[in-house]
Each structure stands twice: as C-alpha cells, then as structure tokens.
C-alpha cells in the first residue's frame, strides 16, 4: 500500500505560481509512474501531468503546456508540479497519484491506470 500525502495548494491570483508537492510512502518509489490530476467543481476529474521513472518522461494536457512542469525527486520520494502563469480556470482540486503500472511506458495518462491517490490540496486562482 502507499501512501500519497500533497501540499503547497493555496490562493494565489491570476499570473502567478505555485508548487505542489506529492510525498509518497514507499522504499521503492522510483519505479513508480506518477501523475497529477486536478477536479474543478462541478466537473469530472481530469489529467494534468504525469512523469515516467525519470524527470526526463514527462506528458501535460494541452491547457498547461509551457506553464507547468512535473518533476520528481526519488532520494526524497516526492513529485512536485510547478505552476506558473496561472490562470483562473486552473482552480480546482489538485491530486496526484501512482502507479506500477502493467506495461513498459515512458508514463501513464489514463485515470484509471492509477491505483494509489492523495487526498488533494485545493488551488485557487483569483482574477
């Protein structure tokens, strides 16, 4: 079982920047795949980014390309999304979750690849 515990959520106004965090329980980490996933109210849940074993396999839904970045440090067990130029439709409550996954992949997108989430930290953008 791990465990997947996020914080740096806040308030923070349109143009700005925040770091979310996603410290996860586990002595193997680094072969997890990881994402991040974020539900806006009163929709459905929806990717946002995912990470492969390494910094190097990263994926983003188009709305956030070139304003965030998913990274991910596996000495500290931990995946960070850096948000930058947000914008008020990025409001939403952000999770991230993990994965083994059931095949070799740069990185896994799909919601229901996943088997292991956080309990999500709330981002809200003002205008």
């Known amino acids: 079982q791990v465990q997947l515990v996020e914080s740096g959520g806040g308030l923070v106004q349109a143009g700005g920047s925040l770091r979310l965090s996603c410290a996860a329980s586990?002595?193997?980490?680094?072969?997890?795949?990881m994402g991040w996933f974020r539900q806006a109210p009163g929709k459905e849940r929806e990717f946002v980014a995912a990470?492969?074993?390494?910094?190097?396999?990263?994926a983003f839904t188009d709305s956030v390309k070139g304003r965030f970045t998913i990274s991910r440090d596996n000495a500290k067990n931990t995946v960070y999304l850096q948000m930058n130029s947000l914008k008020p439709e990025d409001t939403a409550v952000y999770s991230c979750?993990?994965?083994?996954?059931?095949?070799?992949?740069?990185?896994?997108?799909?919601?229901?690849?996943?088997?292991?989430w956080g309990q999500g930290t709330q981002v809200t953008v003002s205008s």
């Open positions: 979750a993990a994965t083994r996954g059931h095949t070799f992949r740069d990185y896994y997108t799909r919601e229901d690849d996943y088997n292991y």
């Open positions: 586990t002595r193997t980490f680094s072969i997890y795949y």
């Open positions: 990470i492969g074993w390494s910094s190097g396999q990263t």
